[in-house]
Antibody, heavy 121, light 107 residues
């Protein structure tokens, strides 16, 4: 059974860089069928796609966040990571990693449990 | 970006009721429409993809229909475990976008 697990600091200060890692178990991140993405949800609000990466390293970002986002992949560790720079309180959210089927903005059939990141001074 | 609008934003229903949620896209997305269920404190769970394809393991009381700009999620007979928030998502163009959610509450 495929599992995804987010990890990283739960608290950050304004202007800093948020860093999260997603560890994939029960399947290979190098599968040619799937993409791997980050999606976030501010408390009490809806879902926002941040970006996606393919095992080859190709990346696809939401234009609204593109200037601040970097997603990378480490196939040897079966992990992919998110960096979001210059964070503000508006970046406070539950961050989910997910598997996307077929293409960079396909549906997400497996999700991590999510990790709450709070940006506060 | 393609805007996704769900209606209603919330509804009250009883166990056994037939529940219908609507999702409208700001432009045609053909059948590139997915539905998720989210319970408090949990990640979203994929119910339906490609407008009407039931994800493996999802009960058959869930069904989806529609194409173009108008889509529907139907729960044929609401069960206690179905009280949750439901989101539609378009996967026709990037960035993929979600509806604002429909909360199904107990009457």
């Amino acid at each position: 059974q495929l599992q995804l697990q987010e990890s990283g600091p739960g608290l950050g200060k304004p202007s800093e860089t948020l860093s999260l890692t997603c560890t994939v178990s029960g399947g290979s991140i190098s599968s040619t069928t799937y993409y791997w993405g980050w999606i976030r949800q501010p408390p009490g609000k809806g879902l926002e796609w941040i970006g996606t990466i393919y095992y080859s390293g190709s990346t696809f970002y939401n234009p609204s966040l593109k200037s601040r986002v970097t997603i990378s992949v480490d196939t040897s560790r079966n992990q992919f990571s998110l960096k979001l720079s210059s964070v503000t309180a508006a970046d406070t959210a539950v961050y989910y990693c997910a598997r996307l089927y077929g293409y960079s903005y396909g549906y997400s059939d497996y999700w991590g449990q999510g990790t709450l990141v709070t940006v506060s001074s | 970006d393609i805007q996704m609008t769900q209606s209603p934003s919330s509804l009250s229903a009883s166990v056994g009721d037939r529940v219908t949620i609507t999702c409208r896209a700001s432009q045609s997305i053909y059948k590139y429409l997915n539905w998720y269920q989210q319970k408090p404190g949990k990640a979203p769970n994929l119910l339906i993809h490609a407008a009407s394809s039931l994800q493996s393991g999802v009960p058959s009381r869930f069904s989806g229909s529609g194409s173009g700009t108008d889509f529907t999620l139907t729960i044929s007979s609401l069960q206690p475990e179905d009280f949750a928030t439901y989101y539609c998502q378009q996967s026709y163009s990037t960035p993929p976008t979600f509806g604002q959610g429909t909360k199904v509450e107990t009457k």
